[in-house]
């Protein structure tokens, strides 16, 4: 082979090494991700419902799971979260969310943040 037959045989080689590792990159992406889940606490203040969810694969499922399971129209979504844990604390209509590592840093910083009074109307986490 010539000069020339080996530059392109070169430079073939390179994109083919470069097109695996993107190849490879996306895969290893996606792997990772698949194994993330999800769960959400949705809430409606005038009838006080609450709805939760929980090892959703993606952010919306988890999101129209706690809307369906809340049960009201006008349920919002008041918190998501994927690797954690979820608390909905309250007094009277208005909730408080909060996240944390385990069910019970979530529900205490829900509490301390909600003030006297409070109790835990709903937490979920992920697996």
């Given at each position: 082979m010539?000069?020339?037959g080996d530059d392109v045989m070169a430079r073939?080689?390179?994109?083919?090494?470069?097109?695996?590792?993107?190849?490879?990159s996306a895969l290893g992406y996606e792997t990772r991700n698949r194994n993330v889940l999800h769960a959400a606490i949705a809430y409606h203040e005038g009838t006080q419902a609450v709805g939760w969810s929980t090892?959703?694969?993606?952010?919306?499922?988890?999101?129209?799971?706690?809307l369906k399971q809340c049960g009201h129209e006008n349920c919002v979504v008041v918190g998501?979260?994927?690797?954690?844990?979820?608390?909905?604390a309250r007094?009277?209509?208005?909730?408080?969310?909060?996240?944390?590592?385990?069910r019970q840093e979530a529900e205490t910083k829900a509490l301390k943040r909600c003030g006297q009074?409070?109790?835990?109307?709903?937490?979920?986490?992920t697996r």
């Open positions: 010539d000069a020339r073939a080689l390179l994109v083919l090494l470069l097109a695996g590792l993107a190849a490879g090892d959703r694969r993606t952010s919306r499922e988890a999101s129209t799971e706690a998501s979260v994927s690797r954690g844990c979820l608390a909905l007094a009277s209509a208005k909730p408080f969310v909060e996240k944390g590592a385990t009074a409070c109790e835990i109307s709903a937490w979920t986490c």
